[in-house]
């Protein structure tokens, strides 16, 4: 009866390429999203449309990215990523400013930011080079495989874009740990990355960054300054308790004391709201996503999909790691939101793409042609 209809057929090929257990899990996250975004936005219902319209706009682009096999996405991974490379030097010649910084490419019709494309074209990249390569990798593969990873990073943290450098570098370099590297040459690394840390604080930040650091220590110390978010975001966790002052209730977001409550501090919102138990919910359900996404990748019939999607899985924890830990006040602000819950599109979006993509690699090894 499908091979009859043909739109019947076309509709359960598309859909059959989704997870559903990971697919719930998503969309409950989403409905949580937008409940306390509804409460941050003191029940702006034009914010709740717009995010709405990014959910349907996501879904459909993982849908997308859900039909692409494997084989294609090896054979477009060098495009991909010399294009995301292109785009980054044009931010830098061409691109717009906004809040001090040069992140955007406006083309008239569409304002995007081309930085987040390369949080999927340089694990893309990167799992490439080693999908035709023995593993594990010798020394000079680990070396071209962290060239690859650090050139788009330096050119998105010269924008300047600390948290999206930070993610695209995880994405990455996920893909290096996972194709096999000895834990020597990790300590190695951990060792550099330490003796590099105070060049990299004095020579490689800005002012306003290595403020954030020294901030992180002692908030307190410029209480009105750069220290307000971190401390407005504690009292609003602090005060929760352990279940909540309840959904539009909470005094430092709904009063205006809590700053970026809709985006990167909405964590400190449902905190507020929902107290310690709902924030010990919330974090099992992002374990619970993210383990299954590992599941899912675990499950891929090739190097290329492993290595690939077992980076998408990890990012995302590293989404909710930085998030969460700025919120808190355990990690310097880096405009880090917190995934799928944060309002605004272009995280989402590409969030969405790597679930997307996630979901396809486990698709029983079809090549193409």
């Given amino acids: 009866?499908?091979?009859?209809?043909?739109?019947?057929?076309?509709?359960?090929?598309?859909?059959?390429?989704?997870?559903?257990?990971?697919?719930?899990?998503?969309?409950?996250?989403?409905?949580?999203?937008?409940?306390?975004?509804?409460?941050?936005?003191?029940?702006?219902?034009?914010?709740?449309?717009?995010?709405?319209?990014?959910?349907?706009?996501?879904?459909?682009?993982?849908?997308?990215?859900?039909?692409?096999?494997?084989?294609?996405?090896?054979?477009?991974?060098?495009?991909?990523?010399?294009?995301?490379?292109?785009?980054?030097?044009?931010?830098?010649?061409?691109?717009?400013?906004?809040?001090?910084?040069?992140?955007?490419?406006?083309?008239?019709?569409?304002?995007?930011?081309?930085?987040?494309?390369?949080?999927?074209?340089?694990p893309l990249m990167v799992a490439r080079y080693f999908s035709d390569r023995v593993l594990p990798p010798r020394f000079i593969d680990i070396f071209i495989a962290s060239f690859l990873v650090v050139i788009p990073v330096l050119l998105i943290a010269k924008q300047p874009d600390l948290g999206t450098s930070l993610l695209v570098a995880s994405a990455g370099f996920f893909v290096i740990f996972f194709a096999g590297i000895s834990w020597k040459w990790i300590f190695s690394i951990i060792v550099s990355a330490m003796i590099a840390a105070p060049l990299l604080f004095f020579y490689g930040m800005h002012d306003y960054q290595r403020q954030r650091v020294l901030t992180l220590f002692d908030p307190a110390s410029d209480r009105l300054g750069s220290g307000y978010h971190i401390l407005q975001s504690m009292i609003a966790i602090g005060s929760g308790g352990r279940d909540g002052k309840g959904w539009l209730d909470g005094d430092q977001s709904r009063l205006n004391f809590l700053p970026e409550r809709h985006t990167d501090f909405i964590f400190a919102v449902f905190g507020e709201e929902f107290g310690f138990t709902g924030n010990l919910l919330l974090l099992a359900l992002y374990l619970f996503i993210i383990y299954r996404a590992m599941y899912l990748a675990s499950k891929a019939k090739d190097t290329f999909s492993r290595l690939l999607g077992g980076s998408l899985a990890l990012t995302f924890f590293i989404y909710l790691f930085v998030n969460t830990g700025m919120v808190s006040g355990i990690l310097p602000v880096v405009g880090v939101p917190l995934p799928l819950v944060s309002y605004g599109g272009t995280s989402m979006v590409t969030l969405m793409a790597a679930f997307g993509l996630l979901m396809g690699l486990r698709d029983k090894g079809r090549q193409y042609d």
Avoid at 22 to 33: D, F, P
Avoid at 93 to 114: C, E, Y
């Fill in 1 to 122: 009866m499908y091979n009859q209809n043909p739109f019947i057929f076309l509709f359960i090929r598309v859909f059959s390429k989704l997870d559903w257990v990971l697919m719930g899990a998503l969309m409950v996250l989403m409905g949580l999203g937008a409940m306390t975004l509804y409460s941050a936005s003191t029940e702006n219902a034009g914010m709740i449309e717009r995010q709405m319209i990014h959910f349907i706009a996501a879904f459909l682009v993982m849908l997308l990215f859900a039909q692409l096999p494997s084989g294609f996405l090896q054979h477009t991974a060098i495009w991909v990523y010399g294009a995301g490379l292109l785009v980054l030097v044009l931010v830098l010649v061409i691109g717009t400013t906004g809040k001090g910084a040069q992140r955007w490419l406006d083309l008239g019709v569409i304002r995007f930011q081309p930085s987040e494309i390369m949080k999927l074209a340089v």
